[in-house]
């Protein structure tokens, strides 16, 4: 996980710093933080996944103006917003701010890093073997659902395209749990991600797909769709 802190003063950088050290060495998690003291040196080599910013830069910097530039260049860092000035945040909606952060309450940073790595939980893949013994190896991030196709599963992808797998759809379904996936129905499995609608009996996908909710998975799927709107939808 690569870091970025952007703060003009020292004592905010370096008190930013070792927080995020403490939090990333407590949770056994590889890290890589750069620190910056303004937002044009950041911006010669903007490389970072989490980025924390303070809003009021010296020389007249604006963070975000930053975090502007940064969304024109389509770079996918998310941005959390550092200030002693609260009412401000309500200018982010501009430049879709990932979070905010009160200087006086640093400690928000671990709950900023927890959540950002809870949206994390599908860069990976899994792998799987088709019909023919192969390895094929699965993006979760471009995985819209999965579903029984006779003796096999069927792996749809985003894109439209297929991967005819081996495998039992219970099974299936325990592996891709705990990254977002849910079985609603005794056949399929659905990204949770990818749910644009969803009712009592049936959900519809980004692709405009629907699909019912059998009626034994309608309790765990009202549970576990509230609690990924929760985490992921804030």
Not at 8 to 36: G, L, P
Not at 66 to 83: D, G, R, W, Y
Not at 141 to 158: I, Q, S
């Amino acid at each position: 996980m690569k870091i970025g802190i952007v703060e003009d003063e020292a004592v905010w950088r370096n008190r930013i710093q070792v927080i995020v050290e403490k939090y990333c060495r407590d949770k056994n998690i590889s890290f890589q933080i750069n620190s910056y003291g303004s937002g044009q040196e950041f911006m010669k080599n903007p490389d970072a996944d989490l980025l924390f910013l303070d809003i009021e830069l010296a020389e007249g910097e604006d963070g975000f103006e930053i975090a502007e530039q940064l969304m024109h260049f389509k770079n996918k860092c998310k941005v959390c917003f550092l200030t002693s000035h609260t009412e401000l945040a309500r200018f982010g909606y501009r430049v879709n701010a990932f979070r905010y952060i009160d200087k006086r309450h640093l400690e928000e940073i671990n709950e900023a890093i927890d959540f950002f790595l809870k949206t994390k939980i599908q860069d990976r893949t899994v792998s799987c073997k088709d019909t023919a013994g192969f390895p094929i190896n699965i993006s979760l991030n471009e995985l819209l659902f999965v579903e029984t196709y006779g003796r096999k599963l069927r792996y749809v992808m985003l894109d439209g395209s297929e991967h005819l797998c081996e495998g039992q759809i219970s099974k299936a379904a325990q592996s891709l749990s705990p990254f977002g996936f849910l079985q609603i129905h005794r056949s399929y499995i659905v990204n949770l991600k990818y749910i644009e609608k969803a009712s009592s009996h049936e959900v519809t996908l980004c692709n405009g797909l629907k699909a019912v909710i059998g009626r034994a998975y309608g309790k765990a799927f009202k549970k576990e769709f509230f609690k990924w709107r929760m985490w992921f939808e804030q």
